[in-house]
């Protein structure tokens, strides 16, 4: 896809001079964009002369200016709503402009860990590790206060760690493969000991909580008889976590890596997950908390909503709901595909 450059490139030129006191600006367009080019603005500049230019001389439809991320509180993005709205053109995200709406979605795809569940406390984390030491009748650990606090630290951020040993998320193909990831990212902390390892990893589901907004909106959703599938990588068989926490019961469907062989953010796992959904990808929304894995159903036409990383029990998946509904806010909604 080719793009149109609105800084200061080759593509486009700003010179300044002054005349009469004042300053005059002038700009250069190169020729109007193909249907589909994306313009990508400068956060902070606002040339809404270039832009009127761009519009007048291409009349395409179907253009984008730039992702959410990148233009949000631009000028450029408020000059084109403005200037494009007259012409039929309706804002479906901060930056995203297209001639049509797009289809209902009756369908949710949603992540697992970091979406619907959060991680939980380090602290409390290490705290049953060592708990179910003492059950199978090993010594505990001498770990000192800066040990277990360096820990919980380390640990907060496991699967992240994980990727410097894992980048390709091959852990999750298998439960082999998965603990002995898992044990290598943990003995990055020094001090360690296999035994603390191998309880920290058999108690580490049981850590695993719902978010406080999880079940009511997947509760919601149901009632609006939208169609849920998990989705997620992972190497071990999360089911009777889901029993655990009341959320099997809201789901249309699981799929998980380690038993499909194949992980996000392989387009062909998301394919997948539409089979299992029965809802086209046109009318699904993923909903994830990772801008590498989460997004490979974009090339699917599945939307995408990455929401990041929350402190604390509520996680902003209300926000699904505003994009799921059918009043006139959820033009207005927010739709991040990084």
Known sequence: ?????????????????????????????????????????????????????????????????????????????????ILLRGRGWRRIGCGMLTDTAPEAINGVIFDFHGTLVDGGDARRWIEAALRRLAEDGNAEPELSA??????????????????????????????????????????????????????LYAVMPDQWTPFVDTLP???????????????????????????????????????????????????????RALELLDVPGSQTLMVGDSPRDDVGGVSLGIRTLILPRTEGPVHGLKTVLHMVGNSPAVEDAVIVNV
């Open 1 to 81: 896809m080719s793009t149109f450059d609105c800084s200061n490139s080759s593509q486009s030129r700003s010179e300044a001079s002054s005349a009469g006191g004042r300053e005059v600006s002038t700009a250069r367009v190169s020729p109007p964009p193909a249907v589909g080019t994306t313009v990508l603005p400068v956060p902070g500049q606002s040339p809404p002369r270039t832009l009127r230019r761009l519009v007048r001389r291409s009349g395409v439809v179907g253009e984008q200016l730039a992702d959410a991320a990148r233009c949000r509180g631009s000028r450029l993005i408020r000059s084109a709503a």
């Open 146 to 199: 800066d040990q277990i606090t360096g820990l919980r630290e380390h640990l907060d951020q496991i699967w992240q760690h994980a990727h410097t040993i894992d980048p390709s998320s091959e852990r999750d193909l298998s439960h082999e493969r998965h603990r002995d990831v898992f044990s290598r990212t943990v003995a990055l902390y020094p001090g360690i000991k296999p035994d603390l390892i191998a309880a």
């Open 217 to 271: 909106v997947l509760r919601e959703l149901r009632s609006r008889g939208i169609r849920i599938v998990l989705l997620s990588n992972i190497g071990l068989d999360i089911r009777p976590l889901l029993d655990r926490v009341g959320l099997s019961g809201l789901l249309d469907g699981v799929m998980l890596s380690f038993e499909v062989g194949l992980v996000k953010p392989d387009p062909a796992i998301f394919a």
